[in-house]
């Protein structure tokens, strides 16, 4: 609690210049979100496109920055964090955490074959969304999240003109976060907005036979559903993802807190109050873990909130798209 | 934001706040209220109760105003509550819309009038 | 006498640890606010909030405050209707929240649950043994065990048919004003007799110590049976109440009513077809099947006595659970159309059509507020009526909020003198001291001042609410 003004101060700073500066949260120049895709020669531009907003492509770099702040915080009172990371953004912060990245293969290895998984899966109904490859920007979430709506007016319009100039008309979104920014924030700013926004699981569990059928695996295991707190209580979407897994032959077990009353992994406020956030999501997995021991999540920060318990509570947490990579 | 912006977001807050009837129904359904083990400001009913005294200059921004209303997870579990046995606030909005008030004066290299 | 906040702070992070004790302004601005309209005034805004996680540590607090002279205020859940949650005047506010253990023994017959327990989390292990909670609050998702008990209130439950809370509790651990722990009652499921101490802290509403663990026995699930009527006019379900008694009728656990306008309002947020008139609902009770169903039958041949347009047994259960709920939404969505002001009239039993006609016109002619309107609903078989002045607009001043309340309670416990009543749910001091003053004899509200004194010299625990300050 103490000191919270000057730290919360210095990570929105961190953020706005970032994002000002280079368009991403993490202040990096250096195209990190496009490996995901080597070897799949998606199409480049076309109407509909899957936009990824880098969101599970920043996990690995998420955790290392999590625990740099965390060990940085100490030193909080000579003004270091800020200093320090802006400093390091612009010469070597790209490099410190792109080198820690490289501890944390698990996860990246689990971001890329979610999003090869919801390829797949796509491509297993007959869609081949395009990618915007090294030109994807982010949605900008975390600024609307933490009040930045200032600058998240300049964000957005930038988004929306790219995506114009690639003359996209509909956009398949693969977390809640931004399929929610897309959907219900971006109108707010922008005059005649007319983009179709969907979140892929809506798309799958519209053509839920077809994508049975192309299931090479089936995978018989029972899950447990940890509901994103954006997909149901904001997008509505509750039903999508159980239809999906059911089809992929899953057996999906319901903890007392789902669907429109699911509890939050503790993810959003991570970025300050990291012991918060763990007592959250270690309550939270307490509470899945009851169930089974097999968690199935829809979004990325709930993916990495929840991984943290794995080796404490002998579970695995899976992302659907993981699911979708193994059964197609 | 400019001032006339900042004035009419902060009438739409209080204007917001004053229809809670403090049935505090929301609170129970706060993650944070849980895992503080049931500290009132880190409820959602609490977090509209500081944004309300900050507005009418009972409370003057500090690091526990900050950590109370920073530390709402935006989840909206209260929105529900409020929505099916309260007065049908959006809540954890209102909670957005006090850290945007707030966020201009935490950004730094920005002037802007202090809440 | 000026107090250091931080000296204050100091000393109580040293009984329960710092990160227990909160002596910041938002923090104590927060715990102050009650369910009162009208605004935190400074003298109501603790020094500090401290949260103790045993009577050990409450006994340190209470010593502590003995010695510096500083009061105590306990805090629940601040869902108290009649003002009892909010500090009078500046002090240390104690929270129980941390105190929320629970341990049921089915072998012994009763369970033992400390004060900051949420009902409804209480009823939710007690379910599990198929055992009831006698206390049907509103507001149980937050309301507080160590509360409802100090108050001693059932809420919606009438209490010829089950009693009140207090009379489940077999003892308790209890810190008196000056800082010493004692147990009173028994482990037994037989309730001494006598001089037990035990009956004078139920419904000490914080006033005599903090009860720190209540022992309460296991009663075992009923089987309930549920009907619904419809009435032309509020009057006739009065007619009928007053006949339930007068014919020596055992009552229903619950006797619930909307009026006229309450029953159109509470039908529609839940999404009911208008009502026709008047609604009264009930829940029968019985340790019985049959005798559930036998006692729902006869009491629906009962109700002819005051020709209800139509009257039944309602047995699928969501359907009463949508029933049931617009009574509680009938309160929620008046306050969305404007304010609400209650009361809790309670009379004698042969005295209610006059109180309800009394309360009609107290309320559509105040000093305070002109244009208000008049709505009732409320445990109509207890017997309470619930009056409302409702005001269609929220744009009120502070000042004038206070002035109807104020104007409210006063008049509408003159009801509750003149028909020999005393109200049944919500304590007696805080809001309600003049009334109490004006009911009985003197000596009566002497003998509290007498007992008070003698057990918190200082006057240290709710400082003010006996006193009756706002």
């Known amino acids: ?82 200093a320090m990371v802006n400093l390091g953004n612009r010469f070597m912060g790209d490099q410190i955490i792109r080198l820690r990245a490289l501890g944390s293969q698990n996860i990246k290895a689990k971001s890329r074959n979610a999003l090869r998984g919801i390829v797949s899966a796509l491509s297993a109904i007959g869609q081949t969304p395009a990618y915007l490859y090294e030109n994807e920007p982010y949605s900008g979430v975390l600024l609307y999240d933490l009040g930045l709506d200032e600058y998240i007016d300049e964000h957005i319009k930038k988004v929306y003109r790219l995506l114009k100039s690639q003359n996209v008309k509909t956009v398949i979104g693969v977390d809640p976060h931004t399929v929610f920014m897309l959907k219900e924030i971006y109108p707010k700013y922008i005059d005649n907005y007319d983009m179709e926004v969907k979140h892929y699981l809506e798309i799958l569990s519209e053509n839920s036979e077809m994508l049975k059928k192309g299931c090479k695996q089936d995978l018989e295991k029972e899950f447990v559903i940890h509901d994103s707190c954006y997909m149901t209580r904001d997008l509505g979407l509750i039903e999508q993802i159980r239809r999906v897994s059911e089809g992929l032959g899953m057996t999906l077990r319901e903890p007392e807190n789902t669907k429109l009353d699911t509890a939050c992994c503790g993810g959003p406020i991570e970025y300050a109050f990291r012991d918060l956030t763990e007592k959250i999501s270690r309550s939270r997995m307490q509470e899945l873990s009851k169930v089974s021991k097999n968690i199935v999540v829809e979004c990325p920060i709930c993916l990495i909130n929840l991984r943290k318990y794995e080796k404490e509570m002998g579970i695995k947490v899976w992302d659907i798209g993981e699911l979708l990579f193994r059964a197609l | 934001m400019d001032i006339k912006e900042q004035e009419v977001t902060k009438n739409t807050l209080l204007k917001e706040i004053a229809k809670c009837r403090a049935c505090r129904f929301c609170v129970d359904a706060c993650s944070l209220y849980q895992v503080t083990e049931g500290v009132e400001s880190m409820a959602p009913y609490g977090r509209l109760q500081i944004l309300k005294y900050l507005l009418n200059g009972m409370l003057d921004e500090d690091d526990p105003i900050i950590y109370s209303l920073y530390s709402c997870l935006q989840c909206g579990r209260c929105d529900r509550v409020c929505q099916a046995k309260g007065q049908d606030l959006e809540v954890s909005k209102l909670i957005r819309l006090g850290k945007y008030l707030l966020s201009q004066g935490l950004v730094k290299g920005k002037k802007s009038e202090k809440v | ?133 006698p206390v049907f609050p509103g507001s149980e998702l937050v309301a507080t065990i160590g509360g409802t008990i100090a108050v001693n209130t059932s809420a919606h439950g009438v209490d010829a048919a089950l009693g009140k809370p207090g009379d489940f509790v077999l003892g308790f651990e209890v810190v008196l004003p000056t800082g010493e722990v004692i147990h009173t009652g028994t482990e037994s499921t037989r309730r001494p007799a006598g001089i037990d101490p035990t009956k004078f802290f139920i419904g000490s509403e914080g006033l005599l110590g903090v009860l720190t663990l209540l022992r309460m026995r296991l009663i075992p699930l009923p089987y309930f049976q549920h009907i619904v009527a419809n009435y032309k006019r509020t009057e006739d379900i009065l007619d009928t109440v007053m006949e339930m008694y007068k014919q020596g009728i055992f009552p229903p656990l619950f006797f619930e009513f909307l009026d006229e306008d309450a029953a159109k309002i509470g039908y529609d947020a839940v999404g009911l077809p208008e009502p026709i008139g008047a609604v009264a609902m009930m829940r029968i009770h019985s340790w019985s099947k049959a005798g559930a169903e036998e006692r729902a039958q006869n009491f629906l041949k009962f109700l002819s006595v005051a020709n209800p347009i139509e009257a039944r047994i309602v047995t699928d259960p969501e359907e009463w659970n949508t029933i049931w709920s617009s009574r509680a939404e009938a309160g929620n969505y008046m306050y969305r159309l404007g304010m609400t002001f209650g009361s809790e009239i309670t009379p004698r039993v042969d005295k209610l059509k006059d109180a309800f006609q009394d309360a009609k016109v107290i309320i559509l002619n105040l000093d305070s507020y002109k244009d208000n309107e008049f709505i009732s609903f409320g445990h109509i078989g207890a017997p309470t009526i619930h009056a409302y002045a409702f005001v269609r607009t929220k744009d009120i001043s502070n000042e004038v909020k206070k002035a109807i309340t104020v104007e409210m309670r006063e008049k509408t416990e003159e009801l509750n003198i003149k028909y020999g009543g005393c109200g049944g749910e919500w304590g007696l001091t805080a809001q309600r001291v003049s009334f109490l003053k004006k009911k009985y004899e003197p000596e009566l509200y002497e003998l509290l001042v007498k007992m008070k004194k003698a057990l918190d010299p200082n006057d240290i625990l709710n400082r003010g609410n006996l006193q009756g300050w706002i």
């Not at chain 1, 955790?63 to 915080?73: D, H, P």
């Not at chain 3, 109580?12 to 309209?37: C, N, Q, W």
């Not at chain 3, 209707?81 to 500046?90: D, Q």
């Open chain 1, 1 to 82: 609690m103490k000191r919270s003004r000057r730290f919360v101060s210095e990570v929105l700073s961190t953020l706005r210049d970032n994002i000002q500066r280079v368009g991403d949260p993490l202040g990096m120049k250096t195209v990190y979100w496009t490996e995901w895709a080597k070897g799949l020669d998606l199409p480049r531009n076309g109407h509909t496109i899957l936009l990824t907003a880098r969101m599970y492509q920043m996990l690995p770099y998420i955790i290392q920055v999590a625990s740099l702040v965390a060990s940085a915080k100490p030193f909080l009172s000579r003004g270091g964090l800020g």
């Open chain 3, 1 to 133: 006498m000026e107090v250091d906040r931080a000296k204050v702070g100091k000393h109580l992070a040293k009984i329960v640890g710092k990160e227990h004790v909160f002596t910041d302004r938002a923090t104590s601005v927060v715990y102050a606010k009650d369910t009162m309209p009208w605004d935190v005034e400074e003298k109501n805004i603790p020094y500090a909030v401290v949260r103790p996680s045993n009577s050990k540590e409450i006994s340190k607090i209470l010593k502590y405050a003995n010695e510096k002279l500083i009061p105590v205020h306990i805090h629940g859940s601040g869902t108290s209707l009649v003002g009892l949650a909010r500090p009078k005047t500046k002090g240390i506010l104690l929270d129980t929240a941390r105190m929320k253990e629970i341990r049921v023994y089915p072998e012994r017959g009763y369970f033992e649950v400390e004060p900051g327990l949420h009902i409804a989390d209480v009823r939710k292990v007690l379910a599990k043994h198929n055992a009831m909670l």
